[in-house]
């Protein structure tokens, strides 16, 4: 049974960072798609980083260069470095992930997801 945790969630200033981590419990890492997406109040779930099994990385435009997704197979953990955080990146940050190889960040691809942390960034 695949299960997701996410943590390190957090409230910071404009400019400052945070480190995101997922605990991921019965993936193999090298068989799934690794994502972050995010969802602010109102708005759509937004795919905005994925890691396959290679370890080759996507980024949505409004975060690359800022945000680095990364994993540890030994301790089958996920992260995601926020860097330069700006105030309209404020919003609830899941971990998810699928089976494959070909990640994409529509949320569609993606049957599991952990509960969430929020990250509130002040101006």
């Known amino acids: 049974q695949v299960q997701l945790v996410e943590s390190g969630g957090g409230s910071v200033q404009a400019g400052g960072s945070l480190r995101l981590s997922c605990a991921a419990s019965?993936?193999?890492?090298?068989?799934?798609?690794m994502a972050w997406f995010r969802q602010a109040p109102d708005q759509e779930r937004e795919g905005i980083a994925t890691?396959?099994?290679?370890?080759?990385?996507t980024y949505a435009d409004s975060v690359k260069g800022r945000f680095t997704i990364s994993e540890d197979n030994t301790k089958n953990t996920l992260y995601l470095q926020l860097n330069s955080l700006k105030p309209t990146d404020t919003a609830m940050y899941y971990c998810a992930a699928y089976r494959g190889s070909l990640c994409s960040r529509y949320r569609g691809f993606y049957n599991y997801w952990g509960p969430g942390t929020q990250v509130t960034v002040s101006s």
């Open positions: 890691i396959n099994g290679s370890g080759r990385t």
């Open positions: 019965g993936v193999t890492n090298s068989d799934y798609c």
